[in-house]
């Protein structure tokens, strides 16, 4: 049957931020009357990376909103957002009388009101250039997950696209470690979503220009980033005169339109806390910006998000959208302890599952153009892990969002332990092509009940190894959730740490992590 597209932009206005009022308005079904064509609506790499790996071309989720449905709701408001394929639905400005009417709509479903704190990094800290030597501080970034055998593998990303979600890009455009992605063609596209007009490269915020770096960056012949010959796309989602209450709108949107794109990858270095969110409802299931991600991975694109900089905060765990299952969350180490950074925000979910899955280095180092500046926040643990992950599906490109989580946690440092301030611990290449030779060397340490174990009631660790570190363990409840875990430091000739009896429960189980040597242990 033939179908007919209805226009009706001259019905109404664009406006992110009129006003204080502003909604997102749910529709309960979409028009059958339309004519999609999803040849022409997505870039022909979305297409390649769809029957690559198996996927509809498209689905429902990529039908678009109803038309008459937004005009009426158009006529009670003052200007309209968004309209989100998605969640089919349309963000409307307008009062609270207004949108009781539009309630009451027959085809509206559900109504959401905008509002809420979008975490942005920490501020940066200055480093005199003559301190360090470029080349072995950013060789050594790379380095902490193992980045030299992808190089000597000639793996860099290539054919992967990678879309960067962030609060701005200004500078990226002739930033001395991005030369390289727009002189080579890497550059793909870019949008303004605080806006909804194209990326001004020389306005806003450096943030994302700065996270780009970590993805894909390179500095003459010093590779910054693990993925300098991936495809780029950038999302700007937040202007210095917007107010919070539609960076989640802007951040939908722009994960919508990375899709559409082709990207793979998304890197979001960002994440929702306070406002219309509370710590109960990190289920992944109930935020948008959660059920987005969800939603991205079954559609073929993996999130990347940073856990979050609350960890030293009230707030403390993850944020959204890093709770969603089929998003990969990355939280950051201190690169001289190799534990949590007290700002990394940990887990788990409200529902217990593993958050973060994964880490990396958080404090990290950026060349300014004129110096080199340290920065700190998993706003910058995440991008490296982004650049691991394009590695990845270069190398193996038929893997589903899914799979790729999975391949990046079986290859992480601490696997098969995790926990939920490190994850799986941090990704590495030695161990993604099986050349680790801690993990593939001999036991370094055992989990022994005392020797008068009846009147003493411990379990104790016995030192295989003439070198120290740290020791995970953990508790399993009978349940299967992580009940109690820590991280201890056992030096050489320190005394052993204790497990006691008394602290423990039947069917519960120990875990234990050292140096590549993994230990299980249930009590009977």
């Given at each position: ?10 019905l ?9 009022n502003?909604?997102?308005v ?7 009357i ?16 769809k ?6 071309i ?18 009670f408001?003052?200007s309209?957002?968004y ?7 349309v ?9 009781l ?32 030597k ?7 970034q790379?380095?902490?997950?193992g ?5 000597k ?30 002189t080579?063609n ?27 770096s970590f993805?894909v ?17 950038f ?5 210095i005169?917007n ?19 082709g ?11 306070e406002g ?13 910006m959660?059920l987005?991600g ?6 073929g ?13 009230d ?9 969603a299952?089929?998003v ?5 180490i ?6 949590r ?21 958080g ?5 300014t153009?004129s110096?080199i500046k ?6 910058f643990s995440t991008?490296?892990v ?5 590695c990845v599906?270069?190398?193996?490109p038929?893997l589903?969002?899914?799979?790729l989580i999975?391949?990046i946690?079986?290859?992480a440092?601490l696997?098969?332990?995790?926990d939920y ?19 593939n ?16 009631g ?14 995970f ?7 299967g959730?992580?009940r ?5 430091t ?35």
């Open positions: 049957m033939k179908q007919k597209l209805i226009i009706t932009f001259c109404i206005s664009f406006s992110l931020f009129a006003g204080d502003g909604y997102f749910i529709f309960n079904s979409k028009s059958s339309y004519h999609f064509d999803p040849y022409s609506y997505f870039d022909q790499k979305a297409i390649e990376n029957i690559r790996m198996g996927l509809p498209y689905d429902w989720y990529d039908l678009p909103v109803n038309p008459d449905y937004v005009s009426e709701v158009a006529s408001s003052d309209l957002g309209r989100l394929r998605w969640f089919n639905g963000t409307v400005y307008c009062s609270e009388k207004s949108i009417k539009i309630k009451q709509l027959s085809f509206v479903k559900k109504v959401i009101k905008w509002k809420g704190n979008m975490e942005i990094l920490p501020q940066a800290k200055e480093i005199k250039q003559d301190v360090v470029k080349s072995p501080i950013f060789q050594w790379l380095n902490t997950m980045g030299e055998l992808f190089q593998r000639n793996i860099f990303g290539e054919g992967v696209r990678i879309s960067i979600v962030d609060v701005g890009f200004r500078g990226a455009d002739d930033n001395n470690q991005l030369n390289h992605v727009f080579n890497k550059f793909i596209d870019s949008w303004d979503f605080s806006r909804n007009k194209p990326l001004d490269f020389t306005k806003g915020p450096m943030h994302g220009t700065m996270v780009a993805v960056g390179k500095l003459d012949s010093i590779q910054i980033g693990h993925a300098p010959k991936a495809e780029v796309l999302a700007k989602m937040k202007s005169t107010s919070n209450k539609s960076i989640e709108e802007a951040w939908l949107k722009a994960v919508e339109w990375s899709h559409r794109k990207a793979r990858l998304v890197n979001s270095s960002v994440g929702y806390t219309n969110h509370t710590i109960d409802m990190l289920t992944g299931d109930i935020c948008l959660s987005a969800n939603l991205a991975s079954r559609k694109m993996l999130i990347i998000n940073s856990a979050g900089n609350e960890g030293a905060n707030w403390k765990m993850i944020g959204f959208p890093s709770d299952d089929s990969l969350t990355v939280g950051a201190d690169p001289k302890s190799g534990v950074t007290d700002y990394s925000s940990y887990g788990p979910s409200k529902d217990l599952n593993l958050k973060p899955n994964v880490t990396a280095v404090d990290v180092f950026w060349h153009g110096g340290k920065l700190e926040g998993t706003s991008p490296l982004t650049g691991y992950a394009a599906l270069q190398n193996q038929d589903i969002p899914m799979s999975d391949t946690q079986k290859t440092s696997y098969p332990y995790y301030s490190h994850g799986y611990g941090v990704p590495r290449a030695t161990l993604y092509f099986d050349e680790d030779t801690i993990k060397g001999n036991p370094s340490i055992a989990l022994l009940k005392s020797p008068n174990y009846l009147v003493d411990y379990y104790y660790f016995k030192y295989l190894s003439n070198k120290g570190s740290h020791v363990y953990q508790i399993i409840h009978k349940d959730y992580i109690d875990y820590k991280v201890v056992f030096e050489k000739n320190n005394q052993s740490p204790k497990i006691y009896f008394k602290d423990l429960s039947k069917g519960e189980v120990i875990r234990v992590f050292h140096r590549g040597t993994y230990i299980e242990k249930k009590i009977e």
